[in-house]
């Protein structure tokens, strides 16, 4: 199959970047999106020319690691897989395919199509953990946990961390990747203890990062490739107002040291 | 030729872990501080020590090539994670998953090593769980196990077909509660391309920074390599198109020992090679083998029929289909050891009984599962590997068989580290995959998971006490030092040779030929003129890669063909050493399987006599042959006997 390609290549961070086509022919439609990729890099390469970066690595759909804006949508047309584990199947023969990387403020672009995720790391860094040391814990069975509960604290830790979430919202919110941490953990007996600290620290590292508020279209959910619900994001805010509420009422104890 | 000496401490094996932890040197916190350690790697193995080791107040520096630690391949681990709990009430204790890893990996492990991975596999899990893993569980609320390949019984935890994920999930967790704690340092996108010795001892690594190009050096009292295994030597393979050898491989060119690099293992059920332009191959969970029966056509007209498209793999009848793991294995049946099931799928293949387009694949059915345990049952234990097939095929292994060939996932050789997990080189140790010590010739499904993380959290914070003792009064490392100068200078040189080679080829091109030559000759069965005319081959086209190679861009800014080019320079150096140590291996063991060497019943036959032992090389520079040096392996709690699962 042929393909007309249009793509974004951008030097660096500071280059003013331009979308360029190319032209691949004789693909297969077995062969995958990346591996189309790779073939024009391997023509780009024996004609002299720079091949385009992209950001990729297990090539099965579970480090997070590639992204692609695909005709408009992260990780291109087909619902609930990474850009990796599109195949070339999903396009029509002489159909042209544009390709952007993410666009948010917190994501700067790297080179053509990568982009620094290093954002999403902070966010868990502020509090995306249950607080222990290795060593000194008990028993993994001495808490039982209810089968439901579990699985939905399992269906929230799926959350790969490519960040389709945030390229997919109008404002660039990261709400989704909050919440599928905050609600993973919050609904573990292990992880509800400091459920409200988490929430804020969070929160407040996201609102220093440059990403945007929520403004509950979905769009997150849409594009999530790993399904990851909206209901993460109810469960944020509830944690969220919780917290906030709680914080206030705490104030007049603090007075004690003024 | 020297013996090598592993440092095994005294006494009966089940006390010899508790001894050595009573009487190891420590540090005391106050001097932690002082103290800095290199992390290369943040899989479950890097990251869990770099997260431990902050944790006790030693100063840690991280290194990934990934763009975040999160990203690294353990991501990808499906099945589980063994532990010797014994919560289903089946038989199970530390020295029966002891015992069975030491006979899946076909006798050429370590003892006390695997008795001690056993010993603390319960702690991990306890450890996971207190993180926030979210294990399968029963509707009492207790955790599930499953069984996996190579055991009688069920000690595999896990978490849907997603455990490493989870599990790398944790140890980033406590990663990043330590980076924001100021313990550990994260260098992201950084490669790690040599390891600074000054006197001896490893004290720091020159590493190139992906975005900007810069070459950085970085100064500590010891050094960890954790940087995972080298399966992509082969160019098709289930690891990350990233994953590489090059740390490790510095680290061989500057004296550290490499052990049994031609144990390799070859995963049994991988999706098969669709066409020339693949670019990698995915696994399909061992865990697959509990419920999918694996066959071929019994008739070779049956094969023709499906090839053409006459006949669909569900229009054969029962007593047309060759079971053949369950008729040649009936204790084990479809849950031998990987090496076992894998073999047994060439020789099917080979014999022309092999189904798909190209005749390498055999069929994992889930009808009887389906019609057993229910659709939904089927779709919940193993929903997303069941999704990951349909995209990649395009077939509904609901409603038709999957086709499965096997496939390099995972090397058991790697640097020689002794008890402490220190390689021969004092200060670098070695962790995770990228060390050799304890699966033996084969690893058992589930054994990874458990390895790695017994060394990160568990092992290493406990050892590398012993070395550091000793390091309380060296002062900070000088990175301007002469050493580092020197090291940083030979790096420079090496990357501008590729910019400068100017050849018509590029990277990938050497890469799958290398793939080719090992996968042809140093694969599944090796023989010795095989391996002979591999080394010929190797030779050849590590001189051409030298003189016609093609790598465009520059040093000084993002350029993921010049990574490339550094690291299969690397591949190709160390496809040689392979196809050598695969050569002087005069036996069939585990995964390394001499066709010279088996049974009638084309079983692998071991020569305990002659080859019980490590064979552990040391580089001789540039154009010399490397020398091996032995650890001879001593059996006193285990009786050797032929692996048995018929």
Same mark, same amino acid.
């Given at each position: 199959?042929?393909?007309? #390609?249009?793509?974004?290549?951008?030097?660096?961070?500071?280059?003013?970047?331009?979308?360029?086509?190319?032209?691949?022919?004789?693909?297969?439609?077995?062969?995958?999106?990346?591996?189309?990729?790779?073939?024009?890099?391997?023509? #780009?390469?024996?004609? @002299?020319?720079?091949?385009?970066?992209?950001?990729?690595?297990?090539?099965?759909?579970?480090?997070?690691?590639?992204?692609?804006?695909?005709?408009?949508?992260?990780?291109?047309?087909?619902?609930?897989?990474?850009?990796?584990?599109?195949?070339?199947?999903?396009?029509k023969d002489g159909d042209t395919i544009t390709i952007e990387p993410w666009r948010a403020k917190a994501f700067p672009v790297i080179r053509d199509l990568i982009v620094d995720r290093s954002a999403l790391d902070r966010i868990i860094q502020a509090g995306g953990y249950v607080s222990i040391n290795? @060593?000194?814990?008990?028993?993994?069975?001495?808490?039982?946990?209810?089968?439901?509960?579990?699985?939905?604290?399992?269906?929230?830790?799926?959350?790969?961390?490519?960040?389709?979430?945030?390229?997919?919202?109008?404002?660039?919110?990261?709400?989704?990747?909050?919440?599928?941490?905050?609600?993973? $953990?919050?609904? #573990?007996?292990?992880?509800?203890?400091?459920?409200?600290?988490?929430?804020?620290?969070?929160?407040?590292?996201?609102?220093?990062?440059?990403?945007? =508020?929520?403004?509950?279209?979905?769009?997150?959910?849409?594009?999530?490739?790993? =399904?990851?619900?909206?209901?993460?994001?109810?469960? #944020?805010?509830?944690?969220?107002?919780?917290?906030? $509420?709680?914080?206030?009422?705490?104030?007049?104890?603090?007075?004690?040291?003024? | 030729?020297?013996?090598?000496?592993?440092?095994?401490?005294?006494?009966?094996?089940?006390?010899?872990?508790?001894?050595?932890?009573?009487?190891?040197? *420590?540090?005391?916190?106050?001097?932690?501080?002082?103290?800095?350690?290199?992390?290369?790697?943040?899989?479950?193995?890097?990251?869990?020590?770099?997260?431990?080791?902050?944790?006790?107040?030693?100063?840690?520096?991280?290194?990934?090539?990934?763009?975040?630690?999160?990203?690294?391949?353990?991501?990808?681990?499906?099945?589980?994670?063994?532990?010797?709990?014994?919560?289903?009430?089946?038989?199970?204790?530390?020295?029966?998953?002891?015992?069975?890893?030491?006979?899946?990996?076909?006798?050429?492990? /370590?003892?006390?090593?695997?008795?001690?991975?056993?010993?603390?596999?319960?702690?991990?899990?306890? *450890?996971?769980?207190?993180?926030?893993?979210?294990?399968?569980?029963?509707?009492?609320?207790?955790?599930?196990?499953?069984?996996?390949?190579?055991?009688?019984?069920?000690?595999?935890?896990?978490?849907?077909?997603?455990?490493?994920?989870?599990?790398?999930?944790?140890?980033?967790?406590?990663?990043?509660?330590?980076?924001?704690?100021?313990?550990?340092?994260?260098?992201?996108?950084?490669?790690?391309?040599?390891?600074?010795?000054?006197?001896?001892?490893?004290?720091?690594?020159?590493?190139?920074?992906?975005?900007?190009?810069?070459?950085?050096?970085?100064?500590?009292?010891?050094?960890?390599?954790?940087?995972?295994?080298?399966?992509?030597?082969?160019?098709?393979?289930?690891?990350?198109?990233?994953?590489?050898?090059?740390?490790?491989?510095?680290?061989?060119?500057?004296?550290?020992?490499?052990?049994?690099?031609?144990?390799?293992?070859?995963?049994?059920?991988?999706?098969?090679?669709?066409?020339?332009?693949?670019?990698?191959?995915?696994?399909?969970?061992?865990?697959? /083998?509990?419920?999918?029966? +694996?066959?071929?056509?019994?008739?070779?007209?049956?094969?023709?029929?499906?090839?053409?498209?006459?006949?669909?793999?569900?229009?054969?009848?029962?007593?047309?289909?060759?079971?053949? *793991?369950?008729?040649?294995?009936?204790?084990?049946?479809?849950?031998?050891?990987?090496?076992?099931?894998?073999?047994?799928?060439?020789?099917?293949?080979?014999?022309?009984?092999?189904?798909?387009?190209?005749?390498?694949?055999?069929?994992?059915?889930?009808?009887?599962?389906?019609?057993?345990?229910?659709?939904?049952?089927?779709?919940?234990?193993?929903?997303?590997?069941?999704?990951?097939?349909?995209?990649?095929?395009?077939?509904?292994?609901?409603?038709?068989?999957?086709?499965?060939?096997?496939?390099?996932?995972?090397?058991?050789?790697?640097?020689?580290?002794?008890?402490?997990?220190?390689?021969?080189?004092?200060?670098?140790?070695? +962790?995770?995959?990228?060390?050799?010590?304890?699966?033996?010739?084969?690893?058992?499904?589930?054994?990874?998971?458990?390895?790695?993380?017994?060394?990160?959290?568990?092992?290493?914070?406990?050892?590398?006490?012993?070395?550091?003792?000793?390091?309380?009064?060296?002062?900070?490392?000088?990175?301007?030092?002469?050493?580092?100068?020197?090291?940083?200078?030979?790096?420079?040189?090496?990357?501008?040779?590729?910019?400068?080679?100017?050849?018509?080829?590029?990277?990938?091109?050497?890469?799958?030929?290398?793939?080719?030559?090992?996968?042809?000759?140093?694969?599944?069965?090796?023989?010795?003129?095989?391996?002979?005319?591999?080394?010929?081959? +190797?030779?050849? *086209? /590590?001189?051409?890669?030298?003189?016609?190679?093609?790598?465009?861009?520059?040093?000084?800014?993002?350029?993921?063909?010049?990574?490339?080019?550094?690291?299969?320079?690397?591949?190709?150096?160390?496809?040689?050493?392979?196809?050598?140590?695969?050569?002087?291996?005069?036996?069939?063991?585990?995964?390394?399987?001499?066709?010279?060497?088996?049974?009638?019943?084309?079983?692998?036959?071991?020569?305990?006599?002659?080859?019980?032992?490590?064979?552990?090389?040391?580089?001789?520079?540039?154009?010399?042959?490397?020398?091996?040096?032995?650890?001879?392996?001593?059996?006193?709690?285990?009786?050797?006997?032929?692996?048995?699962?018929?």
């Open positions: 199959m042929n393909y007309t #390609l249009r793509i974004w290549r951008q030097e660096n961070a500071e280059a003013k970047g331009s979308m360029v086509t190319y032209k691949v022919s004789g693909i297969s439609p077995d062969s995958s999106f990346f591996e189309m990729l790779d073939i024009l890099n391997q023509q #780009l390469i024996e004609g @002299g020319q720079e091949p385009v970066s992209f950001d990729h690595d297990c090539r099965e759909g579970i480090c997070g690691t590639c992204s692609l804006y695909i005709n408009g949508r992260p990780h291109g047309p087909v619902k609930g897989v990474t850009t990796c584990q599109l195949h070339m199947r999903s396009f290795t @060593g000194g814990v008990p028993d993994a069975n001495s808490i039982p946990v209810p089968k439901e509960q579990s699985d939905d604290a399992f269906d929230a830790a799926a959350c790969i961390g490519c960040g389709a979430c945030v390229a997919a919202c109008a404002n660039a919110a990261a709400m989704l990747f909050i919440g599928a941490k905050v609600s993973h $953990l919050a609904l #573990l007996p292990q992880g509800e203890i400091e459920a409200e600290h988490r929430v804020m620290k969070m929160v407040e590292c996201m609102d220093g990062l440059g990403f945007g =508020g929520c403004s509950n279209t979905y769009a997150c959910e849409a594009e999530c490739p790993k =399904g990851i619900s909206v209901t993460n994001i109810a469960i #944020l805010n509830r944690g969220f107002l919780t917290a906030s $509420l709680m914080k206030q009422k705490e104030k007049p104890s603090k007075g004690d040291s003024l | 030729m020297t013996r090598l000496n592993a440092r095994i401490p005294e006494g009966p094996l089940a006390e010899k872990w508790t001894a050595y932890r009573s009487g190891c040197r *420590l540090v005391s916190p106050s001097n932690k501080r002082k103290l800095d350690i290199i992390v290369i790697g943040t899989g479950l193995a890097g990251a869990s020590a770099a997260a431990s080791l902050g944790e006790l107040g030693y100063n840690v520096k991280a290194f990934c090539y990934q763009d975040t630690p999160r990203r690294a391949h353990s991501i990808a681990a499906q099945g589980g994670i063994n532990a010797a709990k014994n919560y289903p009430n089946d038989g199970d204790s530390i020295h029966r998953l002891f015992h069975d890893t030491i006979k899946g990996g076909d006798y050429r492990a /370590r003892e006390a090593n695997v008795y001690r991975l056993a010993e603390v596999s319960n702690s991990i899990i306890d *450890l996971a769980v207190a993180q926030g893993v979210p294990f399968a569980r029963e509707y009492g609320g207790l955790l599930a196990n499953r069984s996996f390949g190579g055991a009688q019984v069920s000690r595999t935890f896990y978490a849907r077909g997603q455990t490493g994920q989870q599990l790398l999930l944790g140890a980033y967790g406590a990663l990043s509660r330590q980076i924001a704690a100021g313990t550990v340092t994260l260098y992201n996108r950084r490669d790690v391309l040599d390891t600074v010795l000054i006197d001896g001892r490893a004290r720091g690594i020159i590493a190139r920074n992906l975005v900007t190009g810069e070459i950085e050096r970085h100064a500590a009292h010891a050094v960890v390599m954790a940087s995972g295994g080298y399966g992509n030597v082969f160019y098709l393979s289930t690891n990350a198109m990233g994953s590489n050898v090059s740390p490790a491989w510095s680290a061989y060119r500057k004296g550290a020992l490499f052990a049994n690099p031609s144990f390799t293992q070859i995963h049994p059920t991988c999706i098969p090679v669709h066409g020339d332009f693949q670019s990698k191959l995915t696994l399909m969970s061992e865990s697959l /083998r509990n419920d999918g029966r +694996i066959w071929v056509p019994a008739l070779k007209k049956d094969v023709d029929r499906l090839k053409s498209g006459e006949i669909t793999p569900v229009d054969i009848p029962e007593s047309d289909r060759d079971y053949y *793991l369950e008729r040649r294995y009936p204790a084990f049946g479809n849950l031998v050891p990987r090496d076992v099931a894998s073999r047994a799928a060439k020789e099917r293949c080979d014999a022309g009984f092999g189904v798909g387009r190209t005749g390498m694949a055999v069929f994992l059915d889930f009808k009887d599962a389906i019609k057993r345990k229910g659709h939904d049952t089927i779709e919940a234990l193993y929903g997303n590997l069941f999704q990951m097939y349909g995209q990649i095929v395009a077939e509904d292994p609901y409603r038709t068989p999957m086709m499965i060939y096997p496939a390099v996932h995972y090397t058991m050789g790697g640097l020689w580290v002794d008890y402490e997990l220190m390689t021969s080189i004092p200060g670098l140790y070695a +962790i995770g995959e990228a060390n050799f010590s304890d699966h033996g010739a084969n690893r058992l499904g589930a054994s990874a998971l458990m390895q790695g993380l017994a060394d990160g959290y568990f092992i290493l914070p406990a050892t590398i006490s012993s070395y550091l003792a000793d390091e309380i009064h060296t002062p900070r490392i000088d990175p301007a030092s002469h050493e580092f100068t020197l090291a940083a200078e030979a790096v420079r040189e090496r990357l501008n040779r590729y910019l400068s080679t100017g050849g018509s080829r590029s990277v990938d091109h050497f890469h799958r030929r290398l793939g080719r030559i090992m996968w042809d000759h140093c694969g599944m069965a090796r023989n010795e003129a095989g391996l002979q005319h591999a080394l010929g081959l +190797i030779g050849e *086209l /590590r001189r051409e890669y030298m003189e016609d190679v093609r790598v465009p861009g520059r040093m000084d800014r993002y350029n993921p063909e010049l990574e490339k080019a550094w690291r299969v320079a690397d591949f190709i150096e160390l496809g040689e050493l392979m196809a050598r140590d695969a050569l002087m291996r005069r036996e069939s063991c585990g995964g390394h399987f001499r066709e010279e060497f088996q049974t009638p019943e084309g079983e692998a036959l071991r020569n305990d006599d002659e080859y019980a032992f490590v064979a552990a090389w040391e580089a001789a520079g540039e154009g010399a042959e490397p020398s091996m040096h032995r650890e001879r392996l001593e059996f006193n709690d285990i009786k050797l006997s032929q692996r048995c699962y018929k």
